[in-house]
């Protein structure tokens, strides 16, 4: 199925007219012994500069596979891309190691969620900040370059970053690791910022700090952020808006509010049912998800989520575990994209799952 309605984006990338990121179409499979892995599937959206994209999902949705190929970080010997991916408005998809290289930690940069794994325990943190720096500006000196780490560390927050560059990482404590991340994701003042749960492990009080600091490089740099999470409250807080994905695919896309308030797509019900309400003083309770998520080495037929879905029974003729529903405008204005057979999702949703998951909420909705 191809999607016929491109994600929202107006800021233009440098002379292009379009988002500064526009993937279409994106496919990403890998061969394994036991089968093609169906990982992404036709997925399309864009970013513009200056605003924040949220993915959802639960893990093996493909919401890390989808970003990584957005930097050309999958093997091409034990991957199969397909479709588009233009950063800047130049094609990635099929570019070589070569070209691409130029591209990452400059145009687009990538903050990962395990900082203590994703930094070299052996070297200096100072040390992996300037060779990031070094890599795309080899006419620095080293001198330079680390005046530029020791620069970014203090942006980011860190204490006396002149002494604390010359840490190694497990000198640092979580939240100051996720800061260093962070400062080498921004040292090359990239456009594109990818962020894969990068506050996970941390307690609130840093969640909420990193989160901030994001927010406040972005206004410096007008940088595009995508944000990777499965905690809808830093998507409430941080992004413009929520693309949400199940199987591989996105089965549901709007603005944040308009998406977190009036979901159309049970999958996204269910996912709003297990966030805790510690503002809800009646009997709001959590309602977990049935089963378990597809496989995708055999994917169902039909819509991926009708397997787990208790609303089958409201679309006629098993529709729902025959035909894949296409990503098409809801009942609630042509920005707002949900793939499901459902006739008026708003109105079950406001009928029969909110009176059970916020009570509070249903004379509001």
Known sequence: ???????????????????????????????????????????????????????????????????????????????????????????????????????????????????????????????????????????????????RAIEMLDRVGIPQPDRRVDDFPHQFSGGMRQRAMIAMGLINDPKLIIADEPTTALDVTVQAQILDLLQDLQREFNSAIIIITHDLGVIAEMADDVLVMYGGRAVEYGATKELLTHPEMPYTWGLLSSVPDVTADTGGRLIPIPGNPPSLLRPPKGCPFHPRCAHVDKVPANLCSTELPELLPGSRGADHLKRCHLADPDAIYRDQVLPEIAPDLVEES
């Open 1 to 147: 199925m191809t999607v016929q309605h491109t994600m929202p984006g107006n800021a233009a990338a440098a002379g292009s007219g379009e988002p500064y990121l526009v993937v279409e179409n994106l496919t990403v499979r890998f061969p394994t012994a036991d089968g093609l892995v169906q990982a992404v599937t036709d997925l399309s959206y864009s970013v513009e500069l200056g605003q924040t994209l949220g993915i959802v999902g639960e893990s093996g949705s493909g919401k890390s596979v989808s970003s990584m190929a957005v930097l050309g970080l999958h093997d091409a010997k034990s991957s199969r891309i397909e479709g588009s991916i233009r950063l800047g408005g130049t094609e990635v998809v099929g570019l070589s190691e070569a070209k691409l290289r130029p591209l990452r930690g400059n145009a687009a940069a990538m903050i990962f969620q395990d900082a203590l794994a994703a930094l070299h325990p052996f070297y200096k943190v100072g040390s992996q900040l300037t060779e990031a720096y070094l890599a795309h500006h080899p006419q620095a000196s080293k001198k330079d370059a680390r005046r």
